[in-house]
């Protein structure tokens, strides 16, 4: 079963706008972290961010996490055509063991 | 440093015949995982090795598949015999961290088409 849900499935925007995707989880966790995939490869890791912390930044991407809420936001500012890919929340599970669970994920379209 | 590899990148074949793939995770990384990725969805974990011995493979359909991780290092995925339903790309990722958890680092993936 998918842990990880993320919203929207698919975002289309032009390039410089901001793009946010949101991933909603059902149990607690000890970590999320979130993934691009360019189209017919494979993923690649942006960033992770512990369940007792609230925000992260990783040059243009911004990640807040609400544990009360059980989500996740990726922010992308200034997007490019490069950022063009499915992105992808992976949560844990706390306790028992780490297993990294993927959602369906977001295909962002970034027009040039 | 080299970055997981996988083989073969794509492979064609008929139902009821039988595929095997091959990972060689990032030297050192203790945990490998195999994961299928279907057409538009995320990807789904199959089975987690830790070094040799298996974390998870509750999602595994153990009358068809079949994976090994000999001597901790490298590991094969076998389908036999294969479904339709089989057709997806097979990914193959590693983790220094394992149970500690953190970054998963992929290959490029082994996308099967089933006929």
């Known amino acids: 079963s998918q842990q990880g849900e993320e919203d929207p499935q698919a975002l289309s925007i032009q390039e410089g706008e901001n793009a946010t995707m949101n991933c909603s989880y059902k149990?607690?966790?000890?970590?999320l972290q979130w993934y691009r995939q360019n189209s017919g490869r494979g993923l690649v890791h942006l960033i992770l961010?512990?369940?007792?912390?609230r925000e992260k930044h990783s040059g243009r991407l911004r990640v807040t996490l609400d544990t009360s809420k059980k989500s996740s936001s990726l922010l992308i500012t200034a997007s490019r055509a490069a950022d063009t890919a499915s992105y992808f929340c992976a949560t844990d599970l706390s306790g028992g063991s780490y297993i990294p669970t993927f959602g369906r994920g977001t295909s962002l379209i970034v027009h040039p | 440093e080299a970055g997981v590899a996988q083989s073969p990148r794509y492979k064609i074949i008929e139902k009821r015949q039988s595929v095997a793939f091959w990972c060689n995770p990032i030297s050192g990384h203790a945990t490998l995982y195999w994961y299928q990725q279907i057409l538009g969805q995320g990807p789904k974990l199959l089975i987690q090795?830790?070094?040799?011995?298996?974390?998870?493979d509750s999602q595994l359909p153990k009358d068809r598949f079949s994976a090994e991780r000999l001597k901790g290092v490298d590991s094969t995925l076998k389908i036999q015999p294969a479904k339709l339903e089989d057709s997806a790309v097979y990914l193959c990722?590693?983790?220094?961290?394992?149970?500690?958890?953190?970054?998963?680092?992929f290959g490029e993936g082994s996308r099967l088409t089933v006929l």
């Open positions: 149990t607690s966790i000890n970590n």
């Open positions: 990722a590693s983790s220094s961290l394992g149970q500690m958890g953190g970054e998963l680092f």
């Open positions: 961010i512990r369940s007792n912390e």
């Open positions: 090795f830790q070094n040799n011995g298996v974390v998870d």
